[in-house]
């Protein structure tokens, strides 16, 4: 079994910054790909970035691209997603997710494991 647990959410302004970590429980976090999903009021989730277990590749949404970076520290059990020049348009709620397998997924439906998800709240 595997637990997610998000934190670092919280109310910026426009142009501010956040960073999200990711929690994973488990002895097999090197070898899952993670993966950070939004969700805003009335709309899908939608994909945000992802990275390979070993953490040699990632991926990002265009609308992120230049101001989002996803790390992960592997003796940490952590994934991170660092935020900046944060638009009101970034606000959703930010959930984190797990799978098995080494490429980078950006289907909600390829992940295995998700967290409770926090909120990221940005005012102009």
């Known amino acids: 079994q595997v637990e997610l647990v998000e934190s670092g959410g919280g109310l910026v302004q426009a142009g501010g910054s956040l960073r999200l970590s990711c929690a994973v429980s488990?002895?097999?976090?090197?070898?899952?790909?993670m993966g950070w999903f939004r969700q805003a009021p009335g709309k899908e989730r939608e994909f945000v970035a992802a990275?390979?277990?070993?953490?040699?590749?990632?991926y990002y949404t265009d609308s992120v691209k230049g101001r989002f970076t996803i790390s992960r520290d592997r003796a940490k059990n952590t994934v991170y997603l660092q935020m900046n020049s944060l638009k009101p348009e970034d606000t959703a709620v930010y959930y984190c997710?797990?799978?098995?397998?080494?490429?980078?997924?950006?289907?909600?439906?390829?992940?295995?494991?998700w967290g409770q998800g926090t909120q990221v709240t940005v005012s102009s």
């Open positions: 997710a797990a799978r098995r397998g080494s490429w980078l997924a950006t289907l909600a439906n390829e992940y295995d494991y």
């Open positions: 488990g002895r097999t976090f090197g070898g899952y790909g």
């Open positions: 990275i390979t277990p070993n953490g040699g590749s990632t």
